[in-house]
């Protein structure tokens, strides 16, 4: 635990010491110095297994050591602050200030390291008294050093400082609001809890903690949302729960050293102190609306979090980012995801380290030309909800060389060919996508040799536009994910090249009916969404007979014409996990044969007519013994989708 504390501060203040020279000119000396503290104490620990007696001790230094820590980093944050907003003689005073300050929290860290190995070298039991819990700490409770108690298995916490300081934030999701993979390791790289390593993007590596943990069972998949295990959850909240609140109501207990604070379901459990906590990572969930008085409380925090990393108000409902946004610095996580916002102001031009901007599902038409400033963007997520259209982007987007994602935009005015200059993307989503961008935007994404997913979408796919033949196209040869939005009238040429293709979603494709048969040569494909992709009124039979699609996890159909599905040989979708049925409201049998597919763990029909439901009911229902073997099974039917518009109406 203490060793995670240690080991990120190190990387952070490495990191520091090049992005931010300028400013800690004349600090160099004392950071380093802290730095060289820092790993003589990481080495402590990091080897010994976590036996009982050993997380006994470090348990009670792992508060200690966090307060210290915090303080020295909150120092450093602030001194970047008052620099950048300082005059050349008053900075000077500052660095003098300074280089005092920082000695003397070296002082505290050195003492503090003595008594950690004073206590590590005895061989008795050990025992820690609150004398040599370092009087000097500003924030140690009175008396005793409390024990975390330690969970049922210590497996779950024997497990490398990165995975587990992983494991304490994704805690602060709760059961009712998991959270996705992608949206996870954004967030885990913003927040410095990714061990740097040479040569290797850092959202690999955090991609890769996280498939760890769900290996160990730590962490819990759940209809494609990451929480964690219900059984050891309350552990690791304990061990947080000065640092990490969920304010679930109007009267919810905020500790003063809250630093990653998330909000319920109502503005009103906005707490009144919010403006004096000192929160790196703010979080609203379940909250549509906030209202003026409410709005103001929000700006009055902004305006006081200076060491704000992550501000993400997803669904909430307001017009523009308040001004004061703008001067948090430290910001790297910035989600307006369906905030429904008609504007982007200039002032996001200041957010110099921001890594990730998320705006999709917004009214505004065009990037402000300031977008530009932000040379540490990695990832731009955008989509227009209004016309469902791709968004504006400066001239110059090509200057942004760290970028990884850029969704949503429009590609035309000559930003095809900037594209071009963006060799590093590794996720590319072009909205109105017509017949004259076409050689322009594969010229440019052929130059993407790291291309991961690629979505090309017709202007108004969802009316069944047209979507331009992308040929001649040789695609990215890591390319993973594909989705193609609009009307073909063949599957691409290049389809078979596509070896590493995991998965595909075809949408309002309007393909004939021997599609599947190129579909079928993808040696790796696990996800397969055909969303109104055929007007064929009979299930392929590439999707019935052995042999099929033999990595196939997840099938999405969704269809207004298809009627017939009549049998399922023994060994066709040999691994199918959920089979997922929407919108498929004339087929009135399920196959026959779905029994022999008893790898499938969920099925989906969304929505069923009633009269189907009744056929398909446990134990009484005709057709009940086609799906008896299937764990879990979601249904609505119509009479409940009716139900729902009734009572929406009569709001």
């Known amino acids: 635990m203490s060793e995670a504390i240690v080991k990120f501060s190190i990387q952070r203040f490495k990191s520091l010491l090049l992005e931010e020279n300028s400013i800690l000119s004349g600090l160099e000396n004392q950071i380093q110095n802290l730095i060289n503290i820092l790993d003589e104490i990481g080495g402590l620990y990091s080897i010994e297994p976590m036996t009982e007696k050993h997380y006994k001790f470090e348990s009670r230094w792992f508060r200690v050591m966090r307060d210290l820590v915090q303080s020295i980093e909150d120092y450093v944050d602030e001194f970047i602050i008052l620099m950048s907003n300082s005059c050349t003689s008053d900075q000077i005073a500052r660095v003098d200030l300074g280089r005092i300050a920082l000695e003397k929290l070296k002082e505290d860290l050195v003492l503090l390291m003595n008594r950690m190995s004073e206590h590590k070298n005895e061989k008795a039991d050990v025992k820690v008294e609150e004398e040599d819990l370092m009087d000097s700490s500003s924030q140690a409770d009175e008396g005793e050093v409390p024990l975390i108690p330690p969970p049922i298995n210590y497996y779950h916490i024997n497990i490398p400082y990165y995975l587990r300081s992983c494991v304490m934030y994704c805690a602060i999701f709760t059961e009712n609001y998991g959270v996705s993979k992608g949206k996870l390791v954004r967030l885990l790289v913003a927040e410095g809890l990714i061990q740097e390593q040479t040569r290797v993007i850092m959202e690999d590596v955090a991609e890769e903690y996280i498939n760890t943990l769900v290996d160990f069972g730590v962490l819990d998949v759940d209809d494609n949302k990451l929480k964690v295990n219900e059984n050891i959850r309350p552990f690791f909240l304990k061990m947080i729960e000065q640092f990490f609140t969920s304010c679930t109501s109007s009267d919810s207990n905020i500790h003063p050293t809250t630093r ?38 929000l700006k009055a925090a902004f305006h006081g979090k200076k060491f704000l990393r992550v501000l993400d108000l997803e ?35 200041n957010l110099g380290n921001l890594q990730t901007l998320n705006v999709k599902w917004s009214k505004f038409e065009a990037l402000p030309s300031g977008i530009l400033n932000l040379v540490q963007l990695r990832h731009i997520k955008m989509l227009k909800h209004w016309g469902v259209a791709g968004v504006i982007v400066p001239a110059g987007i090509g200057g942004l060389r760290n970028l990884q994602t850029l969704t949503g935009l429009y590609a035309g005015d000559g930003i095809a060919l900037e594209l071009g200059k963006l060799t590093q993307l590794r996720k590319l989503g072009i909205m109105d996508f017509t017949e004259n961008l076409v050689n322009e935007v594969c010229f440019s994404i052929m130059k993407m040799e790291g291309l991961l997913s690629l979505s090309p979408e017709a202007k108004s796919s969802y009316h069944e536009n047209k979507l331009p033949s992308i040929e001649p196209f040789t695609p990215p040869p890591l390319l993973q994910k594909l989705r193609l939005e609009g009307t073909l009238e063949r599957l691409p040429s290049w389809f078979s090249l596509i070896g590493n293709l995991k998965k595909l979603r075809l949408g309002f494709s309007r393909l004939p009916e021997d599609s599947a048969l190129v579909l079928k040569l993808l040696p790796n494909l696990n996800h397969l969404t055909l969303w109104h992709a055929h007007d064929s009124k009979q299930m392929a039979k590439e999707f019935c007979v052995a042999g099929g699609f033999s990595k196939l996890e997840v099938i999405v159909f969704a269809s207004f014409v298809l009627e017939e599905w009549t049998e399922l040989e023994e060994g066709a979708l040999p691994n199918l996990k959920h089979l997922h049925m929407h919108t498929c409201l004339k087929l009135r049998m399920l196959p026959e044969g779905l029994p022999h597919v008893t790898t499938i763990r969920k099925l989906t029909l969304i929505p069923l007519l009633d009269d189907h439901a009744e056929r398909l009911k446990l134990e009484t229902g005709e057709e009940s013994y086609k799906i008896q073997h299937i764990p879990v099974i979601d249904v609505i039917t119509t009479s409940m989708v009716q139900e729902a518009v009734n009572a929406d109406t009569a709001e």
């Open 260 to 297: 990653h604070l998330s909000i319920h379901s109502d503005a009103k459990n906005i707490p009144t102190n919010l403006s004096n906590l000192p929160i790196h990572s703010l979080f609203m969930f379940g909250i549509e609306s906030l209202f003026d008085a409410e709005l103001d409380c």
């Open 315 to 349: 669904c909430v409902h307001i017009q523009t980012i308040p001004d004061e946004v703008g001067d948090l610095i430290h910001l790297r996580y910035l989600s307006l995801n369906k905030s429904n916002i008609d504007e982007l102001p200039e002032i996001v031009s």
